[in-house]
């Protein structure tokens, strides 16, 4: 009775995600309680290695997220779906990813911040901080304001689409008679800038986060 209770609880191959955390947790549990930081200067000691871990992790975890995402991901599913289908997927992908965003940028933020916080700041501590803190707002610009405004434009535009009997196409946009209905052009074009904002708004994060790591890299002893 007691081992059917468990297995009820136990993760399947469909649904692994359970498992997989409370495996990171142990290991990250196991690496905290067996091997202490050592660090050179100010504070010590498991509270001073646990916020670098937390800062540390959340900046690799967004710089990570954010080349899968922009350079690999989107690509990818762009040339091998229908354009339908893909903005689907991106329609339910995109508000996790900045909402993510935003948390791991304020995480990292925040600890940096607590990390310095005695004494002056060096002007290059606080240009880092200024870095942070603008990979934070460009991810909360984002998974506010910009990113639900472009997604429903462009819910506006594939329903026209559909009207006309696109939106099988893979890795091109409609052509024909469509490109001549005004209605769709000006929908078209008020997502495209939106669009062209959201990833604009995108790369200030990606390129902040990428010149926190080199700094974070400069700041180690060895690896």
């Not at 903005?87 to 990292?108: C, D, E, N, R």
């Not at 603008?134 to 429903?152: I, K, Q, R, T, W």
Request: positive net charge.
């Amino acid at each position: 009775m007691a081992f059917e209770k468990i297995r009820k609880y136990w993760p399947t191959y469909r649904f692994s995600q359970p498992f997989n955390a409370m495996m990171l947790l142990a290991a990250i549990t196991a690496s905290f309680l067996f091997l202490p930081g050592q660090s050179s200067g100010g504070d010590q000691g498991p509270s001073s290695t646990l916020l670098k871990f937390l800062h540390l992790s959340s900046v690799c975890i967004h710089f990570g997220t954010q080349m899968w995402v922009t350079f690999i991901a989107g690509l990818t599913m762009f040339h091998n779906l229908p354009r339908h289908t893909f903005g689907h997927v991106q329609s339910h992908l995109f508000p996790k990813y900045f909402t993510m965003g935003s948390i791991l940028g304020l995480v990292a933020m925040v600890t940096y911040m607590y990390e310095h916080r005695h004494g002056d700041m060096t002007t290059h501590q606080k240009i880092e901080t200024g870095i942070l803190a603008a990979v934070f707002v460009s991810d909360l610009l984002n998974a506010a304001l910009v990113g639900p405004h472009s997604l429903e434009l462009m819910t506006q535009q594939y329903m026209i689409e559909k009207e006309h009997g696109h939106g099988h196409e893979i890795g091109t946009h409609p052509t024909g008679k469509i490109q001549k209905d005004p209605k769709y052009q000006k929908v078209r074009r008020e997502f495209m800038k939106f669009h062209g904002i959201s990833s604009l708004v995108n790369m200030v994060g990606l390129v902040g986060n990428g010149i926190h790591v080199y700094y974070l890299a400069s700041q180690l002893a060895g690896i």
